[in-house]
T-cell receptor, first 113, second 113 residues
Framework: DQQVKQNSPSLSVQEGRISILNCDYT??????FLWYKKYPAEGPTFLIS?????DKNEDGRFTVFLNKSAKHLSLHIVPSQPGDSAVYFC????????????FGQGTTLQVKP | DTGVSQNPRHKITKRGQNVTFRCDPI?????LYWYRQTLGQGPEFLTYFQNEAQLEKSRLLSDRFSAERPKGSFSTLEIQRTEQGDSAMYLC???????????FGNGTRLTVT
């Protein structure tokens, strides 16, 4: 039972354009959501997070949107840069205080120069 | 902040052997997590500690797996009688507490032949 799903295994965009990565979840008890970026041979690196009491959080070129009614979140990267090419994982926390995360399968983003 | 350190980076072992991995978290973090990642999947939660107490274990953690954090600092993950299905990347992460983002190490890649 995949509680967090990233239905697009890969995404390719041109440098300077917007990248939109999507994530769906099934458990309405999730109250904290995060995006991680992973380069080959490295561990995941925290990118941005959002609490369920918000619908948007922005950090520089990265914005996360949360639609609780649709159980959907998305990550927008504007403008995309070649260095953003990596695997992106969304993750959700089923409890407010454990830090235990449920990860999606990941989306490989390629930003072409 | 020297980051989360994991050793060894790679481990090749024969089926039936025991292996032990070590994780050194960020020094001021009181929570430590173990995750496992297989090809094409996101990290899966195995277990976590708050200080030296092991607070939760996933059902993925069979009785061949044992994790310790004896002094609330570094942690070890031991797998006894390894099986080919144990081949994966084992990731360690640490955090201060609650919903602060997890900081991951670069993982230990286990190959069971």
């Amino acid at each position: 039972d995949q509680q967090v799903k990233q239905n697009s295994p890969s995404l390719s965009v041109q440098e300077g354009r917007i990248s939109i990565l999507n994530c769906d979840y099934t458990n309405s008890m999730f109250d904290y959501f995060l995006w991680y970026k992973k380069y080959p041979a490295e561990g995941p690196t925290f990118l941005i997070s959002i609490s369920s009491i918000k619908d948007k959080n922005e950090d520089g070129r990265f914005t996360v949107f949360l639609n609780k009614s649709a159980k959907h979140l998305s990550l927008h990267i504007v403008p995309s840069q070649p260095g953003d090419s990596a695997v992106y994982f969304c993750a959700a926390s089923p409890s407010s205080n454990t830090g235990k995360l449920i990860f999606g399968q990941g989306t490989t983003l390629q930003v072409k120069p | 902040d020297t980051g989360v350190s994991q050793n060894p980076r790679h481990k090749i072992t024969k089926r039936g052997q025991n292996v032990t991995f070590r994780c050194d978290p960020i020094s001021e973090h009181n929570r430590l997590y173990w995750y496992r990642q297989t090809l094409g999947q996101g990290p899966e939660f195995l277990t976590y500690f708050q200080n030296e107490a092991q607070l939760e274990k996933s059902r993925l953690l069979s009785d061949r797996f044992s994790a310790e954090r004896p002094k609330g600092s570094f942690s070890t993950l031991e797998i006894q009688r390894t099986e080919q299905g144990d081949s994966a990347m084992y990731l360690c992460a640490s955090s201060w507490q609650g919903n602060s983002p997890l900081h991951f190490g670069n993982g230990t890649r286990l190959t069971v032949t």
